[in-house]
């Protein structure tokens, strides 16, 4: 009560207050400078000196710095801001002056004035400001010192065993053949060796995800069916491919096809000839399995192939044409439009027509065997590693995609099915128009993960022989290439991947959230 | 059906109408177990063509229950419920005729969020009753202006306040043209000033002579609109009457002890 009585006859006569007399102000402003004079000392002399010295003296300094550094640092900081925003420094608190700052002005009085209000300048080592800057910068500080630490260790070990320590190295000659490889020579570069191996991952990543994808949905939906079989059926998929490691998983599915298991292994080391599946009374082999690599009939182009894709492009814009057409017959019927199978329906038939037309633009490449079983010539084939990885690795991730669906359509609130149901919509139309695309929301975010996890995983193809970017770096280690450049190549190779990957499927998520005020 | 004894004062289940009017719903004999817990013991009711039925009780006494096993939100495990006529039996098409006739309004307003107010509304229609867009949106539009909340048609369920997301949630009802509205407490997740608004709207339907169910603690709106109250609890129907009677001289000492607890 009492109080409250006084701060309103401080604040009424404000006009009257005197200023703190010369003499102290002139102590205060001796004192700030004294502070300032000792912290500039300190720092210019540390920081400025040592910042510059090389890096023998770091496991010392970085305690030095705490003390020296990081303080005078705080300090600085802490009397600049007081005195812009209050009009106050260590200096006047010592000299015994205080500010009085009500919005507007600043006023300064004598100690023992019975008007001044709180609050004043606590002592620097209590001051919560300063404890919390000194506190970051020493973190900063700790940080920098461990790398740099760090730093200095990896540079002297590399120059102890004769490492280069640029990049020029990449420009070296591979020296090693990379399987499958077209194009690539043992004398090529090393950087282009890189590029195989990153163009091996991103073919087995996109192949991977597709399959995670495509079996992950159709699992996933399935764990959810009412039918007892294949519910079982979809959990006992899922919880024994989830539960073990996918190293394990890639080389079953390696061993699996091509060493043991219903493929026998076809090698002609072992003496056995390549299996070939014929059509009875064919010549052509439709597919060729050894225990090396996989063969099916490619296409091969003919001269009309130009043209063909041309008109592959123009029926796509048909199609569309169709999907709009279906969609604008929705709308002012209210008939279903069933455009999806109308669009592709519409595109198969053209397409098929003008294959037969031009007279078949593609030709069939027939995989062979040659070199007594030996080789695979002709078709398409893909090696055991690459199958081994792919499937192994797809089916992997299909497992905790599986798991991201069903867990985002048991998500979705029970309300908005009995919503839906209550409008007597159908369970298919329920599903398609209220609960997948309110899943979806809730799935995108575990699936970007998913992906990530897919692509880093691919590293896996070690174990199988895919010539992946990490074998083909891991290969060149062992030839002795400088290993903390590669590594640090492999990084961000992948990290870049990753964020790419990460930002596409974020800027999709983005573009269906949910809309609130 | 017709040597069944009732049990409940108040409902004749030998009638075919009620105070006139045809019955449009007729429930014998209901009996719903969660488990081995008793939700609905013995239900009979009939609700006349046009009539307005107030269910009031305290929580836990199967109201909610009673409503969803109309439009077979819930299962009944035993008796007979029939909806204009059809029965209501584990036969799919009967379901979904039955669905079509009742419109509910849930006490979370569960509107679909990733839908604008307009296609909130037009979903059914077009669906369901295979409307043009056109005239699924224009059917919208009017009933927008009916819940009074017209401009609102574009925007996302999480962009409206809770009244204005109950009265959407009724005009998607209304938008399949049921011949019954079920209402599960549809102003018990609202605050006070928004509960008016909405029950404005569900008054307005009710003079337009709809069959309402409604279950709800809003005395005052049950005393206003109803043709009939009843009263539940512990799963059984204790006393039905009408309002005037109901509230100033109920029968039953159960329903005084509740009344006198509320009111």
Same mark, same amino acid.
């Given at each position: ?10 604040q ?21 400078a ?11 002399w ?35 801001v ?57 973190? #900063? ?31 070296? #000659? ?19 060796a ?7 991952t991103?073919v ?33 998929y ?7 490691p ?5 080389i ?17 080391s ?11 009374g064919?010549?052509?082999n ?23 894709w ?15 057409w279906?969609t ?42 040659s ?17 081994a ?21 048991? #998500? ?49 193809g ?32 992948y990290?870049?991947?990753n964020?790419?990957?990460?930002a ?5 998520n ?8 | ?57 305290p ?32 036969d ?24 604008t ?5 037009t ?103 109803a ?37």
């Amino acid at each position: 009560m009492g109080r409250t009585a006084d701060i309103a006859s401080t604040q009424a006569d404000l006009t009257a207050v005197p200023s703190a007399p010369p003499s102290r102000r002139v102590l205060a402003l001796l004192v700030d400078a004294l502070i300032l004079a000792l912290v500039g000392v300190i720092s210019i002399w540390q920081l400025g000196l040592r910042l510059l010295d090389d890096y023998s003296d770091i496991p010392e300094l970085a305690l030095a710095w705490v003390f020296i550094a990081v303080a005078p640092a705080a300090i600085v900081i802490i009397m600049v801001v007081d005195a812009v925003r209050i009009g106050q420094t260590p200096g006047m608190a010592a000299a015994g002056v205080r500010t009085i700052h009500d919005g507007t002005t600043k006023r300064t009085l004598p100690t023992g004035d019975p008007r001044v209000p709180e609050p004043g300048i606590p002592a620097l080592w209590r001051d919560v400001r300063v404890l919390r800057l000194a506190g970051q910068a020493l973190a #900063a500080v700790v940080v920098v010192a461990l790398i740099r630490w760090m730093f200095h260790n990896l540079i002297v070990r590399m120059d102890e065993v004769g490492l280069p320590k640029d990049f020029d190295f990449l420009d070296a #000659a591979y020296g090693v053949a990379l399987r499958d490889a077209y194009g690539f020579d043992v004398a090529d570069p090393v950087w282009k060796a890189l590029l195989v191996g990153l163009q091996n991952t991103a073919v087995a990543s996109v192949v991977g995800i597709f399959i995670a994808t495509v079996v992950g949905l159709f699992v996933g939906i399935a764990r959810l069916s009412s039918n007892w079989l294949v519910a079982k059926g979809a959990s006992l998929y899922v919880e024994s491919l989830r539960n073990i490691p996918p190293l394990v998983v890639i080389i079953f599915f390696g061993a699996a096809l091509f060493t043991y298991g219903p493929f026998p292994a076809w090698a002609v080391s072992r003496g056995h000839f390549p299996w070939q599946g014929r059509w009875p009374g064919s010549e052509n082999n439709w597919i060729i399995i050894s225990a090396e690599r996989w063969a099916i009939p490619s296409l091969g182009s003919n001269d009309n192939v130009g043209l063909f894709w041309l008109l592959v492009l123009a029926t796509a814009a048909v199609a569309a044409g169709v999907w709009v057409w279906r969609t604008r017959y929705n709308n002012a019927t209210g008939n279903p439009h069933h455009r999806v199978l109308w669009s592709v329906g519409v595109f198969a038939v053209i397409v098929a027509a003008c294959f037969a037309a031009l007279g078949g633009p593609y030709s069939w490449s027939w995989p062979g065997v040659s070199d007594n079983g030996r080789r695979v010539v002709g078709g398409f084939s893909t090696n055991s590693g690459y199958m081994a990885l792919t499937l192994g690795l797809g089916l992997y991730t299909a497992s905790f995609v599986a798991e991201i669906i069903r867990g985002s359509i048991l #998500a979705v609130p029970k309300g908005q099915g009995e919503a839906a149901t209550s409008v007597a919509l159908k369970s298919s139309q329920r599903y398609r128009h209220v609960v997948l695309p309110q899943a979806q929301r809730i799935a995108i975010p575990p699936y970007i993960s998913e992906c990530a996890n897919l692509i880093k995983n691919t590293s896996l193809g070690l174990a199988v022989a895919y010539p992946d970017l990490f074998l083909v770096a891991v290969t060149a280690w062992g030839i002795n290439f400088p290993a903390p450049q590669l590594i640090l190549i492999i990084m961000i190779v992948y990290l870049t991947m990753n964020l790419i990957v990460s930002a596409l499927l974020n800027m999709y998520n983005r573009s269906i959230q949910l809309k609130e005020r | 059906m017709t040597d069944t004894p009732t049990t409940t004062p108040g409902v004749n289940s030998d009638a075919t109408q009620i105070g006139g009017r045809s019955l449009i719903i007729e429930m014998a004999g209901v009996d719903k177990f969660f488990g081995t817990f008793q939700a609905l013991s013995n239900i009979d009711m009939n609700v006349g063509t046009g009539e307005v039925v107030v269910v009031i009780g305290p929580s836990g006494s199967g109201k909610s229950t009673l409503i969803r096993c109309i439009n077979r939100l819930e299962h009944h495990d035993r008796g007979r419920i029939v909806v204009d006529g059809v029965e209501l039996t584990d036969d799919v098409r009967n379901i979904a005729l039955i669905r079509r006739e009742t419109g509910m309004v849930f006490q979370q307003f569960n509107l679909f969020p990733h839908l604008t107010v307009i296609d909130n509304i037009t979903l059914g229609p077009r669906q369901v009753l295979k409307m043009p867009k056109k005239q699924a949106e224009d059917r919208a539009m009017e009933l927008l202006e009916r819940v009074k909340i017209p401009e609102q048609a574009r925007k996302f369920p999480g962009q409206l306040s809770g009244g204005q997301q109950q009265r959407v949630a009724i005009a998607r009802s209304l938008a399949m043209q049921p011949k019954i509205m079920l209402f599960d407490e549809p102003t018990s997740a609202l605050d006070p000033e928004m509960i008016s608004e909405v029950l404005e709207v569900i008054l307005e339907l009710a003079k337009t002579g709809m069959t309402l169910i409604v279950v709800t603690h809003e005395m005052g709106f049950a005393r206003e609109a109803a043709d009939r109250v009843i009263f539940m609890a512990d799963g059984e129907i204790v006393e039905v009457g009408e309002p005037e009677h109901f509230f100033t001289n109920p029968r039953e000492e159960r329903t005084r002890l509740f009344l006198s607890q509320i009111l």
